[in-house]
């Protein structure tokens, strides 16, 4: 079992804190302690308890495994680079409205923060910055990856969601994927979905690719698993 750096933790607080182009002195204010000891901390002469960390972290706009020195944090910077170059995109699916009671389009936003070895991911409401999921990004040349799980702010019941969106044939274009995610009730679903980096209009003709097709329907009634085929890209004359 690894041993607890504590030279490695405090040196990740000096490193995020300079990132965040804050001095000892404004980490202090916010844990109500003087200058001097933030400088212990990130020395490794005393460690922070859980609250602290807690508030170091929201502070310093990272995850708390983002402090340790844990196999589990995602250091491969390959595959967490953020592959569209851009901090905003766009995404349409088909969403179910409680109050109606009716599915119809739903158009939202994900932002991007590029972080030193990931990239944060929120899933907000399209037009006020209401963020409804945080979570990150993996990607390849083939594929990006969003993970997704409750913003605490915001969101009392548990949910891990995650959207998977075919980069192969490039990201200037309509990216097609599938939308992993559970309703109010814990009940599993799985849909299409579309994430551009243009703000489009959620039109008919872009609703009507969105659905499910006679051959995927076909597939699931011979193999009882529902193949979604995220392989075409769209072209539109309005992109």
């Known amino acids: 079992m690894p041993s607890f750096d504590k030279r490695e933790f405090g040196e990740n607080i000096r490193k995020f804190r300079r990132i965040k182009g804050l001095s000892q002195e404004n980490l202090a204010m916010v844990l109500n302690k003087t200058s001097a000891t933030i400088a212990r901390y990130e020395n490794g002469e005393i460690t922070p308890n859980a609250e602290q960390i807690h508030l170091i972290c929201n502070e310093l706009g990272i995850y708390e495994y983002e402090l340790f020195n844990s ?33 119809d389009k739903g158009k939202f936003r994900l932002k991007l923060i590029q972080k030193p070895d990931l990239c944060k991911v929120n899933f907000m409401d399209y037009k006020k910055d209401f963020i409804y999921l945080t979570g990150y990004l993996q990607a390849d040349n083939h594929i990006a990856v969003f993970v997704f799980e409750n913003y605490k702010e915001n969101n009392l019941r548990f949910e891990l969601s995650h959207i998977i969106v075919n980069i192969a044939r490039g990201t200037n274009k309509l990216m097609l ?63």
Do not use: W
């Open 71 to 103: 196999t589990k944090k995602i250091t491969n910077i390959e595959n967490s680079i953020n592959p569209f170059n851009t901090d905003m995109l766009y995404l349409y699916y088909i969403a179910y409205y409680p109050k109606s009671q009716k599915y």
């Open 177 to 239: 994927g599938t939308f992993h995610c559970t309703n109010g009730q814990y009940i599993p679903s799985i849909r299409k979905c579309i994430v551009s980096k243009k703000d489009i209009e959620f039109t008919d003709e872009l609703l009507e690719k969105l659905k499910i097709t006679d051959i995927e329907k076909e597939n699931l009634n011979k193999t009882d698993i529902l193949y979604l085929d995220i392989t075409d890209t769209y072209n539109f004359e309005n992109e």
